[in-house]
């Protein structure tokens, strides 16, 4: 069985060991390679885009809801608005999307 005061002890020197090690410089720090945050970014970017389309395709799909259920109430019903609304939402988000692929198409320059 070990004894406590064993236990911390060593526990103590590796604690030790290591910040002075890290003080000293001796571990390099992390860096991301130049290729590997291009590609992290260009990946983004995509990503962003893809989303845009997407949250564009839900606009357009929403819109068509709307104008079905206009033309089959004769008016502006609630499910009309709603439609109008989650329409007008993806609308909104995509543009946020196609504002952040943007901005990392501009880090890639």
Known sequence: MVKPHVLLMSSLILNTSMAVGCASGFMESARTPPAETYQHLSDQAVLYRQEAVDLRAAA????????????????DSDRT???RDFAQQASVQALEADRHAEEYQQQLL
């Open 60 to 75: 357009q799909y929403y819109e068509g809801k709307a104008q079905r259920s206009a033309w089959e109430t004769g008016q």
């Open 81 to 83: 608005q709603r439609y």
